[in-house]
């Protein structure tokens, strides 16, 4: 393993991810190695300016009311129905990419029964959920299935998290799947894991993903409570002009050790994807 990579650990294939040019340039700008990259808004160019709400609620939640805002608009448009299709585009870009690119599969109710099958083919290094896209409780089969079958695979899993009542129910379900490798979104409802005891989230991460979402000082709460061995660098691309850029910069000015921001900048996620 590289001791100094650097993973852009959430990232959608649009925006300045769009095309595997795109992704050679904006990785090698950024001086970053790879991109765990998932399906987004199929075909868009566009990179979204978003305002700083982390700088100005630094240690509140700034997300809930984003995930309110993203749930009526996806549910509008109804972009959930272009996940599969999405998820063989970043497969094509992983094949164009495959030392630049790994596959972070999303699973939908339309999808997940064909998982298996698709890991076969694509052999995708995570897979996600996200509540807003696709609104479903920690309880529902299509959840629990996948996650049990990623567990045996040891496969990671993200998950965008909707409300934190959903927050305490993924508490809940963690505790139930020890073996589970779960990545919690935008380190949202923190404050809810820092209550219960350390020992259950031995396979949790938190991504710190990012500038716009997450501050300093808020990520410094989860280095305070689970150390830098559970902290995953992310961008959330194409969500924030320059968000990689500044991300990484906000890590890279953490009151914390060399070795630990590399932790968090790369090399946490090289262990789980295996690399």
């Known amino acids: 393993m590289n001791e100094k990579i650097m993973i852009d650990g ?15 340039q904006k990785l090698s700008a950024a001086n970053v190695d790879t991109v765990l990259l998932t399906p987004g808004q199929y ?57 630049r690119v790994k596959q972070c599969y999303w699973v939908t109710r339309e999808n997940w029964e064909n998982v298996q099958q698709d890991y076969e083919r694509m052999r995708f290094d995570a897979v996600k959920f996200h509540q807003c896209w696709e609104k479903f409780d920690f309880e529902d089969v299509f959840f629990t299935k996948t996650v049990e079958w990623a567990s045996e695979k040891e496969i990671p899993v993200f998950v965008h998290i909707r409300d934190l009542a959903q927050v305490d129910r993924l508490i809940v379900f963690i505790r139930k799947h020890p073996k589970a490798i779960m990545v919690i979104g935008h380190l949202y409802g923190v ?20 500038f716009y979402f997450v501050s300093q000082e808020r990520a410094m709460l ?3 409570q689970f150390g830098a061995g559970h902290l995953l660098m992310g961008s959330d691309t194409p969500y924030g002009k320059q968000s990689l850029e500044q991300t990484i910069q906000q890590i890279s ?15 946490n996620l090289a262990r789980l994807l295996k690399l």
Do not use: W
């Open 253 to 267: 000015q953490m009151q914390i050790s060399l070795a630990e921001r590399e932790q968090i900048l790369g090399l």
């Open 10 to 24: 959430h990232a959608h294939a649009c925006g300045e991810y769009l095309t595997a040019k795109a992704i050679e």
């Open 43 to 99: 075909g868009s160019k566009t990179t979204y300016r978003l305002k700083n709400l982390a700088q100005r609620n630094p240690l509140g939640d700034v997300v809930s009311r984003n995930n309110r805002i993203t749930s009526r608009m996806i549910s509008l448009i109804g972009a959930i129905k272009q996940i599969p299709k999405g998820n063989e585009y970043v497969y094509q870009l992983k094949c164009a990419l495959p030392n």
């Open 222 to 224: 989860a280095y305070k």
């Open 191 to 210: 404050e809810l894991f820092m209550r219960e005891e350390k020992q259950y989230f031995e396979n949790t991460y938190f991504d710190l993903s990012n």
